[in-house]
């Protein structure tokens, strides 16, 4: 089978078709500049896509990444126009995403006709958080009324790596505790026991938990109103903020963790700082997962800065030993692309990196659901 994945963001379209059992990628790309010099629409753009894959009529199912689903959304989705409705009604909680998202759905329908669409979810995969988890303790009439709860995201990536985890492990994989780091850009962290998530980091919004590239995470909310009353911002100003101006790159004046650890390498007291902000938090959720777990099998490292960065993973679990978290040095400096264990060898937790693969997941997914509709 082979799936067309589509990632369909406001400006830009990547696209995958992978072919499957194999799970090999056959064409990719990258359409940019949606409305802003490049193609003028979603649907000019999904057909430039056509033209670049060349010949559409060998693909038998095209998966969309689509960020928000709700609490509605648990799972892969055949795309209906019932569940168009549903995503456009959630875009007021992902306001830059969802609409995208949508247009490309939209665009995928008449530029490759006549296959199943699917929609996969990035908070699908934490919907199984116990009520505990996933309240956020407002009024329960305001929190019902207005959708305010944790929802995550991110979940297609903790869903794969935790996965790639549990077969390395071996055993009885519904016995298995494993935390999953997803170090990128935007970063988030997820506890996972037994194939289902438990708790994660991200919250309402994709703002809440790790320090990430632009965004604090973790933030008393009075900051917010402290700043609307008395710094004299608006609140798009503080919004803006939030989401781009702040984290690393609002202590260290660097989004770009490769910026940050060689400024800090070489003494940059400002870098090692933001490098001691950004792994503290790390440490943070690491115990309290593991707590809430009640013990720990494996911890995961993936994303850009998970899977390549020395450093960040020697800072994210120093002083960790007494939980059995622990790096093997020589193990941790090799380079590679593939999965696999920096704990030393016997260490009773295996620590792991795991190189993620959105798409390959998202066409696995689409993969599954369309064979059971057949
Ligand atoms: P996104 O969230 O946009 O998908 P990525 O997962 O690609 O982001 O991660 C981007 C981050 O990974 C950047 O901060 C970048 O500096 C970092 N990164 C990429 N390669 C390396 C590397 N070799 N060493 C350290 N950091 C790296």
């Not at 057909?47 to 609490?71: C, K, N, P, T």
């Not at 989004?255 to 003494?267: L, M, N, P, V, Y």
């Not at 099998?297 to 390549?308: C, Q």
Request: contains cysteine.
């Amino acid at each position: 089978m082979r799936v067309l994945v589509i990632n369909a963001g406001s400006s830009s379209i990547k696209y995958q078709v992978i072919s499957l059992p194999e799970g090999e990628s056959q064409v990719q790309g990258l359409i940019e500049n949606i409305g802003t010099g490049g193609p003028s629409t979603h649907t000019e753009a999904l057909h430039l896509l056509v033209e670049q894959i060349g010949d559409v009529s060998g693909i038998d199912a095209v998966g969309h990444r689509v960020v928000h689903g709700g609490s509605r959304f648990v799972e892969p989705t055949l795309i209906t126009p019932e569940v168009e409705t549903h995503i456009e009604e959630l875009s007021s909680l992902a306001p830059l995403h969802n609409p995208a998202n949508l247009a490309g759905i939209q665009a995928a329908k008449d530029a490759v006709p006549g296959v199943p669409q699917v929609a996969v979810f990035d908070t699908a995969f934490h919907q199984t958080m116990p009520d505990a988890a996933s309240t956020i303790a407002l009024p329960t009439e305001v929190a019902s009324t207005w959708g305010i709860r944790k929802y995550g995201f991110h979940g297609t990536s903790h869903q794969y790596v935790s996965r790639i985890a549990s077969t390395l492990l071996g055993g009885d994989s519904s016995t298995h505790k494993i935390i999953t780091a997803h170090l990128g850009n935007g970063s988030s962290m997820a506890a996972i026991k037994g194939g289902r998530c438990i708790d994660t980091s991200m919250g309402f919004t994709p703002l809440q938990g790790l320090v990430m590239g632009t965004r604090p995470g973790d933030t008393d909310v009075a900051v917010v109103s402290h700043l609307l009353r008395n710094a004299g911002l608006s609140l798009d100003q503080v919004d803006t903020m939030l989401n781009t101006e702040s984290g690393l790159l609002g202590i260290a004046g660097s989004s770009d963790f490769r910026d940050i650890t060689s400024r800090a390498e070489a003494g940059d007291e400002v870098a090692l700082r933001a490098l001691d902000v950004w792994a503290w938090r790390i440490r943070h959720y690491i115990g309290a997962y593991a707590a809430l777990l009640g013990g720990l099998d494996a911890l995961v490292f993936t994303g850009g800065i998970g899977e390549n960065s020395v450093l960040g993973r020697r800072e994210a679990t120093a002083g960790l030993e007494f939980l059995g978290v622990a790096l093997d040095p020589y193990l941790n400096e090799r380079r590679s692309s593939s999965a696999r264990y920096v704990s030393p060898s016997g260490a009773s937790v295996a620590v792991m990196v795991i190189p993620t693969n959105e798409e390959l997941e998202i066409a696995t997914q689409v993969a599954a659901i369309v064979g059971q509709a057949r």
